[in-house]
């Protein structure tokens, strides 16, 4: 691959815009995990629970497939599989750090969510 059409000074051509369109991608795919998906440190610290454990895949799945979908709809916008594979990425890197949070999760046991005065912390807020 020649890379000098995209390191050059002047305006970005059409390989310059599939990889920014790419990131731009990658960037959304990690949004819609977001808004399907408590974070993989809240999964961990309370998806012990098989019932939220399996919630908790469930809406990684829906991430997934949302995801792929924003990445073939990117392949045919831009006549490059640049998207996909970005999109790919993001799929393959969240569903290793959920199912990853979720065998701590396991290994943990179930956790019960617990005010911050009577987990001994206080006001909770450090101040």
Known sequence: MNFSDLTSSSSINAK???????ITLAGLAFEVFSAHCSSPWTSETFGGDPEKARSTMKYVWRSI?????LGVGGVLLAHNVAPLIATTLVSLYMFWTYTRAMKTAVSNGPQQ??????????????W
């Open 65 to 69: 497939v949302v995801t792929e979908v």
């Open 16 to 22: 310059g815009s599939a990889i920014g369109f790419s």
């Open 113 to 126: 969510w617990q005010a911050p005065q009577t987990a001994g912390v206080g006001s909770g807020y450090g």
